[in-house]
Each structure stands twice: as structure tokens, then as C-alpha cells.
């Protein structure tokens, strides 16, 4: 499973190549884009191709779901800490049937101790980042955890046996993608790899 996750700030040819990379098979893209208002998510929206909106999970302004055809939400940790538990008053204005739903998490205890049923969870920094510096990898070792688990931090075409290796059943990928100047080639390695275990 390979998760893409967006840079946080727009760069050149960015819808361009996202469309390649959807051409190319992705699945899963995770929009973030922080410094980005609820309009401005809906214009980057409408930049993506529509037939790949739903391989598109939310993190911010979840209400999305209800009017594009999103895949999913994703709750950055704090987000998750402040509403999960009580998730039924949460959801309640939100279409969320056949939607994914997802977290961060940076601790792998507090994953293990997460009662509520994500779809997966996505855990860093597994590696040292290599989007944001001086964010330095803890090599997470997730086998004994029985949820799935995305590997993220430091992720790129290279490493993705090491992650494995700890548990990991994806990787969520961002500067591996987006700073590498062969962006299209490298996701196609990532899929080959997945796609021979």
C-alpha cells in the first residue's frame, strides 16, 4: 500500500504530475495542505481530474465528503485526540458511507492503545524525514501490533524492504516523491516492489 501524501506547500507541475501518478495507479493521495482554507481546497479539487477524486482522503475540512467523492478522512493526532472520543457526534453532518477513515500517530504505544477502528493508521517518523529537517527517524519496530500499519519519515523507492522488515504494510511518501526528480519513475518502483509481495 502506498499512501502519497501532498507537499504542504504548491509546487511547480504539481497537478501534472499527480495526474501521471494516478494514470500510474495511485490509490491513495492525502490531501494536507495546512496553510490552505476551505475554498482553496475546493479549487485544488477542481484542478484534479473528477474520475480520481475518490483516491483523494482529507485531512482538513472533512465536510468535503459531502460534496466531492472523496475516498476518505484522515485526522492529523491532535485533531484525533480532540474529537475520537465522541465520534458519533463527530460524523453525524458527514457522508461517510464506503469513506475511509485514517490517523497519524508518532508514538507507537498510543496507536496500540487506540480503541477506536481506524482503516489504517500511518506512524512516523519511521526514517528521517526528508521534507521536513531535523525530524530524525526512530525505526519503529510494528510487528507485534495487529492493525495496519502505514510506515512514514524518510520513506523513498530504496528503503522500502527496512520498513517492511519492521511491520510496516504501506508507506506514506512525500519528499521521496515530490523532491525526487524522477517522481513518476520512482512511484513505479514503489509499486513493483509491492506489487512482488
Same mark, same amino acid.
Given at each position: 500500500m502506498?499512501?502519497?501524501?501532498?507537499?504542504?506547500?504548491?509546487?511547480?507541475?504539481?497537478?501534472?504530475?499527480?495526474?501521471?501518478?494516478?494514470e500510474?495507479?495511485?490509490?491513495?493521495?492525502?490531501?494536507?495542505? *495546512?496553510?490552505?482554507?476551505?475554498?482553496?481546497?475546493?479549487?485544488?479539487?477542481?484542478?484534479?481530474?473528477?474520475?480520481?477524486?475518490?483516491? #483523494?482522503?482529507?485531512?482538513?475540512?472533512?465536510?468535503?465528503?459531502?460534496?466531492?467523492?472523496?475516498?476518505? #478522512?484522515?485526522?492529523?493526532?491532535? &485533531?484525533?485526540?480532540?474529537?475520537?472520543?465522541? *465520534?458519533?457526534?463527530?460524523?453525524?453532518?458527514?457522508?461517510?458511507?464506503?469513506?475511509?477513515?485514517?490517523?497519524?500517530?508518532h508514538?507507537?504505544?498510543?496507536?496500540?492503545?487506540?480503541?477506536?477502528?481506524?482503516?489504517?493508521?500511518?506512524?512516523?517518523?519511521?526514517?528521517?524525514?526528508?521534507? &521536513? &529537517?531535523?525530524?530524525?527517524?526512530?525505526?519503529?519496530d510494528?510487528?507485534?501490533?495487529?492493525?495496519?500499519? #502505514?510506515?512514514?519519515?524518510?520513506?523513498?523507492?530504496?528503503?522500502?524492504?527496512?520498513?517492511?522488515?519492521?511491520?510496516?504494510?504501506?508507506?506514506?511518501?512525500?519528499?521521496?516523491?515530490?523532491?525526487?526528480?524522477?517522481? #513518476?519513475?520512482?512511484?513505479?518502483?514503489?509499486?513493483?516492489?509491492?506489487?512482488? &509481495?
Amino acid at each position: 500500500m502506498i499512501i502519497l501524501i501532498a507537499p504542504e506547500e504548491d509546487i511547480s507541475n504539481e497537478i501534472d504530475i499527480l495526474n501521471r501518478l494516478f494514470e500510474e495507479g495511485l490509490e491513495y493521495y492525502h490531501l494536507r495542505k *495546512p496553510n490552505k482554507d476551505q475554498q482553496q481546497y475546493c479549487d485544488y479539487l477542481h484542478l484534479i481530474e473528477e474520475k480520481y477524486h475518490n483516491k #483523494i482522503v482529507v485531512h482538513d475540512h472533512h465536510e468535503l465528503v459531502n460534496t466531492f467523492k472523496l475516498k476518505g #478522512i484522515h485526522f492529523q493526532e491532535q &485533531k484525533r485526540r480532540d474529537n475520537i472520543d465522541n *465520534p458519533g457526534q463527530y460524523f453525524l453532518n458527514l457522508s461517510m458511507y464506503g469513506k475511509t477513515i485514517s490517523s497519524s500517530f508518532h508514538e507507537p504505544e498510543e496507536l496500540e492503545a487506540c480503541d477506536f477502528e481506524f482503516d489504517y493508521h500511518l506512524l512516523s517518523p519511521v526514517f528521517s524525514s526528508i521534507s &521536513k &529537517k531535523g525530524y530524525e527517524g526512530r525505526g519503529f519496530d510494528v510487528n507485534h501490533i495487529d492493525k495496519k500499519i #502505514i510506515g512514514m519519515g524518510g520513506v523513498t523507492k530504496n528503503n522500502l524492504s527496512e520498513i517492511q522488515k519492521l511491520g510496516f504494510q504501506g508507506v506514506g511518501v512525500l519528499g521521496g516523491i515530490w523532491n525526487s526528480k524522477t517522481p #513518476i519513475e520512482d512511484f513505479r518502483a514503489m509499486q513493483e516492489f509491492y506489487r512482488n &509481495k
